[in-house]
């Protein structure tokens, strides 16, 4: 019998094919309830997205910087972890699938240096978590390239971007030794509407390991393999991520290259991050840039149509590229979903394992508490300057107290919540651990004079309320005729040894402390100093490498649910087995007191026997016991 399988616009797991077979009534009657439960089932599994869908959407992270696990109850705006972004994005792609929407998932590097899941170099506990996430293209960011341990990490024969394969791009980074690209320089991302050909850039940036090489974008726009790509296999839009500001000079480098080799009609959307901020931008009338924050505090969808559509629509084109900022906030991208329900089976398994890598990993534990909100963007003279708090209660709580730390205003990373401080809570304060060195008996006046050195260039425009430079003192700050011992990190050491060299010859080559790190300093602070009129609870610490205790870092599996059910079914067992055991138990007791009870009966009896020969009848007393 030829069979004929009938397509289905429904979710491919959930529908059974049908098939062209003579049927009886009572069959004709099953197979009308059954499409009707499976209507029933597609229609709930409808959700209306308030969203600006066009013929190409994608949805994007940038600078997530390790926030994977959310910002949790302190900053409720931004309660939403990696597993309810996983939920959010799998019901836009269930929505696309059944509405024929091409919808794709980027992310758009820097995902290390911020929170104490990976720090020292060290990603491993990371990346399993980032794995779980569908993305279809992903970039590299500065931050992945500054330290050896993460690029040898990442690169490892079964590693990181052996994970992605042809997802993870990099357009302009390669291998130095090779020369080789470390990712895919490009892809097609081939959707049901659209076919976009997909490239991430890095800025040029200078200051990475040197284990591999950023190309420049000038010269790799300039590139054979740029030309073919954009000349080759037919496509409908590109799609460029750009670790760069939405504003970078470099976009209009790469798009004119594309423009000069493709024409002024190919729809080109960019993907920008690194500056931190929300941003968008329309570089010509059919391209768009489009920056989605830092930190997961934004899930940014934005839109574009494909060359047919601006072929049909001409100038109007430009309209057609949209997007959105999203808040992400579970509330938020609930309603966004338009359903009541947010959480997927994947995305509530993901947000399980992140808390849990969290709570062993002993981040959760409470280390301190401050009574009120610290911003790293506040002036100076601000009650709620974080950079105030560390001048007037970090550094004076040291035990040099002739110590004096000059940091870059760039040192402290995020701000200080309100409340219990969590181990995290530190570390994202400064996340970067940097080794600290140090200048011994530098006279106040040379200090003076670095100072206003050092904050006499160019102002630089992040964080504009602050100098470049801040100066804290352990003890007081005498100005004439004193002396302290200076004190930066490794990121700031040689600039200042240059001016301090310049000012103060006798000073000599800073040494290196080996007790304390821009992240120590921190933690350490809060294990002492308890700033609220309450002590609480504190939680079981873990085996951070800032935690109490340096153990070896605990091993952390994923759950694996056919473990976790022969868990169960061993625990019923034994169960049963002990309660089995406990009824024999019962019952020989039982057995043995019958026994000794008859044994006993029987000696009275003869006791009895034996009086009563002697002794006459007995007679028995009543002591008021009752039986
Ligand atoms: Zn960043
Ligand atoms: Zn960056």
């Known amino acids: 019998m030829k069979r004929t399988p009938t397509p289905s616009a429904s979710r491919v797991t959930m529908v059974e094919p049908c098939y062209s077979v003579t049927m009886n009534p009572t069959q004709i009657l099953q197979a009308a309830i059954l499409s009707f439960i499976l209507l029933l089932d597609i229609a709930s599994s409808i959700v209306s997205p308030n969203l600006p869908f066009g013929d190409v959407n994608v949805v994007v992270l940038t600078d997530v910087h390790s926030w994977v696990g959310g910002h949790g109850t302190k900053e409720p705006q931004q309660d939403a972890d990696y597993g309810d972004i996983l939920s959010f994005f799998e019901r836009l792609k269930e929505y696309s699938l059944i509405n024929g929407h091409d919808t794709w998932f980027v992310v758009n590097g820097d995902w290390i240096d911020g929170t104490g899941l990976a720090t020292n170099g060290d990603p491993s506990k990371l990346i399993p978590l980032l794995e779980k996430m569908p993305w279809d293209a992903l970039n590299v960011g500065n931050h992945e390239l500054y330290k050896k341990e993460v690029i040898t990490y990442m690169t490892q024969p079964g590693g990181y971007v052996e994970w992605w394969g042809d997802r993870f791009l990099t357009s302009n980074i390669v291998h130095t030794n090779s020369m080789q690209p470390m990712g895919n320089p490009y892809r097609m991302l081939r959707g049901r509407n659209s076919t976009v050909l997909t490239f991430a850039f890095l800025y040029n940036m200078k200051d990475n390991d040197q284990s591999v090489t950023v190309k420049e974008v000038e010269s790799v726009v300039k590139e054979a393999w740029f030309k073919e790509a954009l000349r080759g296999e037919e496509y409908d839009a590109i799609l460029v991520l750009a670790h760069m500001g939405a504003q970078d000079p470099l976009l209009a480098v790469i798009l004119d290259e594309i423009r000069m080799q493709t024409g002024s009609s190919v729809p080109v959307q960019f993907i920008t991050g690194h500056t931190h901020k929300r941003g968008y931008f329309k570089n010509d009338n059919v391209s768009a840039s489009f920056e989605a924050g830092r930190f997961l505090d934004t899930v940014g969808f934005c839109s574009f149509p494909n060359r047919a559509t601006v072929q049909a629509v001409g100038s109007n084109a430009t309209n057609l590229f949209k997007h959105t900022f999203l808040d992400a906030n579970v509330q938020v991208l609930t309603d966004t979903i338009g359903e009541p329900k ?13 808390a849990r890598v969290r709570e062993e990993m002993g981040l959760e534990e409470n280390i301190g508490c401050v009574e009120q909100f610290y911003y790293t963007n506040r002036s100076l003279d601000d009650e709620d300057s974080l950079w105030a708090f560390f001048r007037d209660r970090v550094m004076p709580s040291q035990e040099n107290r002739n110590g004096l730390a000059l940091l870059g205003k760039g040192s402290w990373r995020y701000d200080l919540p309100a409340g219990v401080v969590r181990l995290d809570d530190a570390i994202a304060v400064s996340p970067f651990n940097e080794t600290l060195y140090e200048w011994k008996r530098i006279p106040s006046e040379i200090i003076v004079a670095l100072n206003e050195t050092l904050n006499g260039g160019e102002h630089l425009p992040y964080l504009p309320l602050l100098p470049n430079y801040i100066m804290a003192s352990a003890r007081p700050f005498v100005a004439v005729g004193d002396f302290y011992d200076v004190l930066t990190d490794v990121f ?18 800073a040494v290196r402390l080996n007790d304390t790190t821009t992240s120590t300093i921190w933690v350490n602070f809060f294990r002492h100093n308890w700033l609220c009129r309450k002590k609480e609870s504190t939680k079981k610490p873990g085996l951070h490498p800032f935690g109490p205790s340096n153990g070896t870092t605990p091993r952390i599996t994923e759950r694996d649910p056919q473990l976790d059910q ?21 019952r020989q007791r039982g057995t043995l007191y019958s026994a000794t009870v008859r044994q006993r009966e029987q000696h009275t009896f003869d006791a009895l026997q034996e009086y009563e020969g002697d002794e006459g009848p007995f007679q028995l007393v009543n002591y008021g016991i009752v039986y």
Not at 342 to 354: K, R
Not at 566 to 586: D, E, G, Q, T, Y
């Open 342 to 354: 947010l959480e997927t089976e994947n995305g509530s398994d993901l947000s399980t394992f992140i």
């Open 492 to 509: 700031e050491m040689p600039r200042i040894q240059e001016h301090l060299t310049d000012l103060f010859p006798e000073a000599g080559p």
């Open 566 to 586: 022969f868990r169960l079914v061993f625990a019923c067992v034994a169960f049963f087995a002990v309660v089995l055991l406990a009824s024999v138990n019962v």
